[in-house]
């Protein structure tokens, strides 16, 4: 089966569901990426003085190691405004998003939730514009069957001791996914890729968010036991 990932920026998959997006491709799903922006207003790019224009095209080339690493079955990476989602017409937005879906066929997307784990307005935009094209597309189209997200449940959360992170509560969570340890590591191998990224990763303590179980919200189902598997249980309707 096909699941699309979409996310605003370089390393939210990293930071989020490698691990899980490993897993899938290793169960022989087709796993592909969309990521709205290049992420070049990093303020990392001020240590390598850096452009935001070089600074998005190093962290493309980030990606595409990523993309060898997890064996994605493809990767899409626009150029629309790192950290200035906010201020350009939602539309267009959407449209590169519908087009993205309509192009993969994919049976579930999965993206942010709606507190956007770190709260930050990238990600809250990106929760908002895939759900409302979601809604549009889900009763023209066959292949769509669920729209997902990742999120933390509250004892992740607690292990981030540089930055708050929300979480979902566990009448939220519908899947728990369990990973192996190779999955683990591919997740450990992909944050590797980031190069210009390191001491962020490194500060973050993201590394210890990286355990065997991860947790998604599915969005107007409930689960209670939680799913699996986000390709459990698919609408047919």
Not at 209 to 230: A, C, Q, S, V, W
């Amino acid at each position: 089966m096909k699941i699309l990932y979409v996310f605003p920026h370089p390393d939210d998959e990293s930071f989020g569901p490698a691990a899980v997006m490993n897993l899938q491709r290793r169960k022989g799903h087709q796993v592909y990426l969309l990521t709205l922006t290049r992420g070049g207003a990093t303020k990392q790019r001020e240590k390598f003085n850096y452009s935001i224009e070089k600074m998005g095209e190093v962290r493309f080339n980030e990606m595409l190691k990523v993309a060898e690493v997890l064996k994605l079955s493809g990767i899409t990476v626009l150029d629309l405004p790192d950290s200035g989602l906010k201020e350009i017409d939602p539309r267009i937005i959407e449209k590169a998003v519908r087009e993205e879906i309509l192009r993969i066929e994919p049976f579930v997307v999965v993206t942010y939730p709606v507190h956007g784990i770190s709260g930050f307005h990238d990600h809250l935009i990106t929760h908002s514009i895939v759900k409302r094209v979601y809604e549009e597309l889900k009763e023209k189209q066959w292949f769509l069957r669920r729209l997902a997200f990742t999120t933390l449940d509250e004892q992740t959360s607690n292990k981030s001791k540089h930055f708050k992170l929300n979480y979902s509560t566990d009448s939220e969570i519908d899947c728990e996914i369990e990973v192996e340890e190779s999955d683990i590591n591919a997740a450990n191998k992909s944050l590797d890729c980031y190069k210009t990224y390191k001491e962020t990763i490194d500060n973050s303590g993201v590394r210890k968010l990286i355990g065997n179980k991860y947790f998604f919200e599915i969005y107007r189902e409930e689960f209670n036991p939680p799913l699996t598997d986000l390709f459990d249980k698919l609408k047919t309707d």
